[in-house]
């Protein structure tokens, strides 16, 4: 048996419309649309991040919503507040308060219904390399 290699490549985030998803989820999470195959453009838009090598698929669908994700994003943010508030202008609904094992963090919903979470920082050196969020940013 010969060795391989293996890595998370990607994230995908099931939206009814592709390019609403690509406006919501670029501005979110500071994203850049990346280009695909003529074939997949129908069914799939892909977003760099700025700071990981890990991209995030939007992929077409209609199905319903039916029950709680198996996985999902979760934002991490030095002011939870302001990250929600700013989330709320781009379309997230606020869904659930939590506050548990020493965190204090909302279960947003994206204009889709799909759930992700905003949190206190975890990562604070990561966090760190990241730009402010200004009042002429994309999201504001």
Same mark, same amino acid.
């Given at each position: 048996?010969?060795?391989?290699?293996?890595?998370?490549?990607?994230?995908?985030?099931?939206?009814?419309?592709?390019?609403?998803?690509?406006? =919501?989820?670029?501005?979110?999470?500071?994203?850049?649309?990346?280009?695909?195959?003529?074939?997949?453009?129908?069914?799939?838009?892909?977003?760099?991040?700025?700071?990981?090598?890990?991209?995030?698929?939007?992929?077409?669908?209609?199905?319903?919503?039916?029950?709680?994700?198996?996985?999902?994003?979760?934002?991490?943010?030095?002011?939870?507040?302001?990250?929600?508030?700013?989330?709320?202008?781009?379309?997230?609904?606020?869904?659930?308060?939590?506050?548990?094992?020493? =965190?204090?963090?909302?279960?947003?919903?994206?204009?889709?219904?799909?759930?992700?979470?905003?949190?206190?920082?975890? =990562?604070?050196?990561?966090?760190?390399?990241?730009?402010?969020?200004?009042?002429?940013?994309?999201?504001?």
């Amino acid at each position: 048996m010969t060795g391989h290699r293996s890595r998370l490549c990607q994230f995908v985030i099931d939206v009814d419309d592709l390019d609403h998803g690509v406006t =919501f989820w670029s501005a979110a999470l500071d994203a850049t649309p990346e280009r695909l195959p003529q074939a997949s453009s129908g069914t799939y838009r892909q977003l760099r991040l700025p700071d990981a090598d890990i991209r995030i698929l939007l992929q077409l669908t209609h199905d319903p919503k039916v029950k709680k994700e198996r996985m999902h994003l979760d934002i991490e943010t030095d002011n939870v507040e302001a990250e929600v508030q700013r989330l709320e202008r781009l379309g997230a609904r606020r869904w659930d308060h939590q506050q548990e094992r020493g =965190f204090d963090f909302w279960v947003l919903r994206d204009p889709w219904g799909n759930e992700f979470c905003v949190l206190q920082a975890i =990562f604070r050196n990561l966090l760190a390399r990241r730009r402010s969020w200004g009042l002429t940013d994309r999201g504001q």
